[in-house]
């Protein structure tokens, strides 16, 4: 699908409809000690082969897109999803 690198949307800093940067967004890097984590790897790491949550064998193919939208006039970020899963977004 083709979409359009800045869409008019509603920002809630300037209580108005402004012009908006779309980017892709990338999840960062996870805390290697967060509780989460330390959890998970407790209950894995236990014995021969422990697994203690279900994994899925057959996996989704596609992504839902996911966009940063960015206010021209005051910079503040939110985020913007396309409610469908497909396979290839190109931004022009
Ligand atoms: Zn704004």
Redesign the pocket.
């Known amino acids: 699908m083709k979409f359009p690198k800045e869409k008019k949307m509603y920002?809630?800093?300037?209580h108005k409809h402004?012009k908006h940067k779309l980017k892709e967004f990338k999840a960062g890097k996870g805390r290697t000690l967060a509780q989460g984590n330390v959890r998970h790897e407790k209950n894995t790491n236990h014995g021969y082969g422990g697994r203690y949550k279900y994994i899925a064998t057959v996996k989704k193919q596609n992504k839902t897109p996911v966009f940063v939208a960015e206010?021209?006039?005051?910079?503040?970020k939110q985020p913007y999803t396309l409610e469908k899963r497909m396979k290839k977004v190109t931004q022009e």
Do not use: G, R
């Open positions: 920002c809630k800093k300037c402004t206010c021209v006039d005051c910079n503040a």
